[in-house]
């Protein structure tokens, strides 16, 4: 399975909860479309409501969210990311920038990607919106993406802000052992 996402916003290096989550929000509707595409519509029967929703693989309840990831350890998958990062910074910049240095910008974007662990990775008095109820999620945990690749560029439009970028992230979802229950998801 093979998707894109896009991230418009503030990207910065050791993002804190509130910043992670917001990454996680602006992502959300994206990943909520994609889950009413095929092959995903396959499953909704393992969502919440669903008639197999007691033995989902997907449903991550934490401080009264219900994370459901996409990628997941369970169905032996792993996401392959390719990201386009543009910024307002000019070439050479980057890493001495207010922005913050590559990896911490990169280590933001991809602990917003994944269900956070525990309630101390949520904003403090969080709470799911109508619209985030379920709340969709890339990964379940970051370590099972087996490629990353990060291609940097000049925002050419006016940004607001030196943090502001865009993100384009090509990502592929693969499975790492063939079973009839998944194996349409890393097609």
Not at 140 to 155: A, K, P
């Amino acid at each position: 399975m093979e998707f894109r996402l896009v991230y418009r916003g503030k990207l910065k290096g050791n993002g804190n909860v509130d910043e992670k989550h917001r990454i996680r929000q602006a992502l959300h509707p994206q990943l909520a479309t994609l889950w009413k595409q095929k092959p995903l519509t396959d499953y909704h029967d393992l969502l919440p409501g669903g008639k197999n929703e007691n033995r989902s693989p997907f449903l991550r309840p934490l401080g009264g969210f219900t994370f459901i990831p996409l990628v997941v350890s369970v169905a032996d998958l792993i996401a392959e990311i390719d990201i386009t990062f543009l910024r307002p910074e000019a070439p050479g910049s980057f890493v001495s920038s207010g922005g913050g240095d590559i990896d911490n910008r990169i280590k933001t974007l991809l602990d917003a990607l994944r269900v956070p662990q525990n309630a101390t990775e949520l904003p403090r008095d969080a709470a799911p919106s109508e619209t985030e109820n379920p709340f969709f999620c890339l990964l379940e945990d970051d370590c099972l993406i087996t490629h990353l690749s990060v291609t940097t560029d000049r925002l050419l439009e006016t940004a607001q802000h030196q943090l502001d970028v865009i993100l384009m992230l090509h990502v592929r979802v693969k499975v790492t052992r063939a079973t009839a229950d998944y194996f349409a998801l890393g097609m």
